[in-house]
């Protein structure tokens, strides 16, 4: 039961999965979102603490994992908001993701509810397809960020 961990730019690739730490690292040219991702190693154990809300969000929940693989542990923590509408920080992979590779889920609190979030690398703004009701990938090739006008190229799937 080998389990890969290979250290990637901001974070580790665990097994396939990558978890991340970040921040947008703000400037005084947008608004400051104030959400990002800590990771801490402590020999095979792996934490990630994520905080998706900011002071213009209301609906707030928490929900998080701990999942095992032999003598190696993977521990998520995340404060999100429903009603967000920027994120520079990085979701954990899906708690099936870790079991469809054969992890054992040791704890769980509450349920992520966020899937298919694109976020802007311009300007951070998410695309949420639940919301807009289109996969982003059905989008237009001249599709453009609504708020800073970006192109459709510099969107990354963030969950």
Known sequence: MDIIIEKI???????GLEIKGGKCGCTSVLPCCHSWSKLK???????????ATTPETADH??????????????????EDARDK????????PALEDWEDRGWEVTS?????????????AACKWLYKEAVEKVRFDDLPADW????????????EKIA
């Open 41 to 51: 190693r402590n020999g095979n154990v792996f934490t990630q603490t994520s905080k």
């Open 108 to 120: 769980q609190t509450g349920a992520r509810e966020d899937f298919g979030l694109w976020r802007c």
């Open 144 to 155: 453009r960020c609504p708020v800073c006008k970006a192109g459709k190229n510099v969107f």
């Open 85 to 92: 509408r920027i994120f520079s920080g990085y979701y954990p």
């Open 61 to 78: 929940f928490t929900w998080g994992y701990t999942v095992r693989k032999g003598d190696v542990v993977v521990e998520v923590q995340m």
């Open 9 to 15: 730019p901001g974070g580790f690739r665990i097994d």
